[in-house]
């Protein structure tokens, strides 16, 4: 079982930086890949970045590639997304997610921090 609490959200300009953060707790997480989506108004839920259990694997959404970077710190049980270069499309609510395995399926989810970019 792992619990995530997400936190970092907030409202900035375009062209600005956020960094979110989620604190886990459980004794599974350092052996999680760990993932963040979002959630656009009116829009399904997307992938945005994930991370393997150690850090030394991590993949992007082409959407936020060069721009977002995902990492983890074992010995805090936290996961980051920091995202630069923010533009309106970004605007979305952010979940953090644990999975058992690189190719999930992602089982445990946040409760979603909102992020909302201004032009």
């Known amino acids: 079982q792992v619990q995530l609490v997400e936190s970092g959200g907030g409202l900035v300009q375009a062209g600005g930086s956020l960094r979110l953060s989620c604190a886990a707790s459980?004794?599974?997480?350092?052996?999680?890949?760990l993932g963040w989506f979002r959630q656009a108004p009116g829009k399904e839920r997307e992938f945005v970045a994930r991370?393997?259990?150690?850090?030394?694997?991590?993949y992007y959404a082409d959407s936020v590639k060069a721009r977002f970077t995902i990492s983890r710190d074992n010995a805090k049980n936290t996961v980051f997304l920091q995202m630069n270069s923010l533009k309106p499309e970004d605007t979305a609510v952010y979940y953090c997610?644990?999975?058992?395995?690189?190719?999930?399926?992602?089982?445990?989810w946040g409760q979603g921090t909102e992020v909302t970019v201004s032009s």
């Open positions: 459980g004794r599974a997480f350092s052996s999680s890949t």
């Open positions: 991370i393997n259990w150690s850090g030394s694997s991590t």
């Open positions: 997610a644990a999975a058992r395995r690189w190719v999930g399926p992602f089982d445990y």
